[in-house]
Nanobody, 117 residues
Framework: QVQLVESGGGLVQPGGSLGLSCAAS????????MGWYRQAPGKERELVGL?????DYADFVKGRFTISRDDAKNTVYLQMNSLKPEDTAVYYC?????????????WGQGTQVTVSS
């Protein structure tokens, strides 16, 4: 059974930096894509970025956030710089397997990121 365990959330001041990591286990092959979503209170979950054949970011994080992955560790990372109060949200990692044109998506449990002075 696939499991994703996130770590690294917390409280940071505006303009600060924070790094998240997400370790995946339980798959017998490499995940086709991994990434991050976030959900702020009262809002829908939104894409932050995905890394697969290429790396794609939401416009609101371009130039500030960086996604990377280490396949040897089955881990995806999110480095967040120049954080803003509006980045406050629960951040969820995802791991995708592509199976016959169907995407099997797995989610982490979420980690809270709060940007506040």
């Amino acid at each position: 059974q696939v499991q994703l365990v996130e770590s690294g959330g917390g409280l940071v001041q505006p303009g600060g930096s924070l790094g998240l990591s997400c370790a995946a286990s339980g798959s017998n092959r490499r995940f086709d894509a991994m990434g991050w979503y976030r959900q702020a209170p009262g809002k829908e979950r939104e894409l932050v970025g995905l890394i697969g054949g290429s790396t794609d970011y939401a416009d609101f994080v371009k130039g500030r956030f960086t996604i990377s992955r280490d396949d040897a560790k089955n881990t995806v990372y999110l480095q967040m710089n120049s954080l803003k109060p509006e980045d406050t949200a629960v951040y969820y990692c995802n791991a995708d397997l592509f199976l016959n044109n169907i995407v099997q998506r797995y989610w982490g449990q979420g980690t809270q990121v709060t940007v506040s002075s």
